[in-house]
């Protein structure tokens, strides 16, 4: 049977697919190819059609993937450019998490997206994947090496025997608080999961909580309520406030006080008339008004309102993320103000809302998360 199955586009990458096959045999390991072509029968397709066509290849190739993996594939990889790695990824999505996949590709998406919530290898071709040359040889030959290499795993597929974890949610700005979390859980023998709360990070987050690899949640960094409601960019998760909605959960406002943005000079000019700071020289952070603030606090409160598991919030009064601080460029006493006044007045009475005169980042914040998990855990 084959320990690689290879899906392509066979109508128009016949050749790259079957050199890849080759490749992969000169390493011992047997491959077949899925084709996800759109069989359009020559027409040119657009629009509703043109979709409808990619969801259809996408859920025939899903079956024949899946039947193959129960026959002992180890390992699924795809080649395509725009259509055709539109239709492997979604191909690749719909597979376990861990669940060894590559795609090669041209990469004409953005690749957050694309492995927000599912482990994919990314291999960039650099060149199109239209016709073998020099560098496209290159790069099929390396991924025939690495997908070799993953046929020797002596685990295939889904981990097995997980450890329950902590799911906490963390970002650069709250850093300081997680690495206090994550001392007192190892104090603990614990094992703890952080997730970075960048707008991608949580789809994964939200994911490994529906498939039950957490037993508590920390909820420090809800900062995806101001990409999801105000701006920034994100992956697309429904479920990122709702999954593991039964267990015990502590929730703090980090990273509620900025708005993620862009390198600065691509940043709109009217929200750098506000308070921010470069992050990095990929990253703008930008200061919420009170208002925003008010938006997102409310937001969080409905979604807490909505859990069936025991909740408490924490809300540090010295400050949300590492810049909101004495002397840092978005310092903000009021807004903390306006959070906890919100939450105050929004979060059901079966939800107690525990204000702390100190940083999210300071020491004494990790033992009050602990005692407060203690008790919902009781």
């Known amino acids: 049977m084959p320990k690689v199955i290879v899906l392509a586009t066979v109508a128009t990458k016949s050749d790259e697919a079957e050199f890849l096959v080759a490749r992969l045999a000169d390493n011992g390991v047997k491959a077949q190819i899925v084709d996800i072509s759109l069989n359009s029968q020559g027409k040119t397709l657009g629009g509703a059609d043109k979709c409808y066509a ?9 079956s024949q993937v899946h039947a193959a993996c129960a026959n002992n594939a180890e390992v699924v990889v795809a080649i395509g450019g725009g259509t055709g790695g539109e239709i492997a990824l979604q191909v690749l999505r719909a597979m376990p998490i861990t669940f060894p996949k590559i795609m090669v590709t041209t990469l004409p998406f953005d690749p957050r ?34 997908i070799a290499g993953l046929c020797r ?25 997680i690495k206090h979390l994550l001392k007192a859980f190892a104090e603990q ?21 529906q498939q039950n690899a957490f ?18 960019v994100h992956a697309h998760m429904p479920t990122r406030f709702s999954a593991g909605g039964d267990l015990p959960r502590v929730v703090l406002p980090g990273g509620l006080n900025f708005i993620g943005l862009g390198q ?80 105050t007045s929004n979060l059901r009475d079966t939800i107690t809302v525990t204000p702390i005169d100190a940083h999210i980042s300071d020491p004494e914040i990790t033992p009050e998360i602990m005692t407060k998990l203690a008790a919902l855990s009781a």
């Open 215 to 232: 037993d508590a949640i920390i909820d420090l960094t809800p900062h995806e309520l101001t990409r999801i409601h105000l701006a920034g």
């Open 54 to 62: 990619m969801e259809r290849a996408a859920n025939e190739a899903l």
């Open 264 to 343: 600065k000079s691509l940043v709109q000019e009217h929200y750098l008339e506000r308070p921010h700071y470069e992050h990095s020289g990929l990253f703008t952070h930008v200061k919420v008004t009170a208002d925003e603030m008010v938006q997102v606090s409310t937001q969080l409160a409905i979604h807490l309102n909505a859990l069936a598991g025991p909740c408490a919030v924490i809300v540090p009064m010295g400050g949300f993320s590492h810049q909101d601080c004495a002397g840092g460029p978005i310092e903000d006493a009021n807004l903390r103000a306006v959070c906890l006044e919100t939450l």
């Open 153 to 177: 795993k002596s685990r295939k597929g889904e981990l097995k025997d997980v450890v329950p974890s902590v799911g906490i949610t963390g970002l650069g700005a709250t850093d300081g608080a």
């Open 113 to 146: 997206v694309a492995v927000a919530d599912n482990c994919i290898v990314l291999v960039p071709t650099l060149a199109d994947v239209a016709g073998l040359n020099t560098m496209l040889r290159e790069v099929l030959g390396n991924a025939a090496l690495m």
């Open 189 to 209: 023998d614990r094992e703890a999961t952080v997730f970075h709360a960048n707008g991608y990070g949580g789809a994964a987050f939200a994911r490994f909580a």
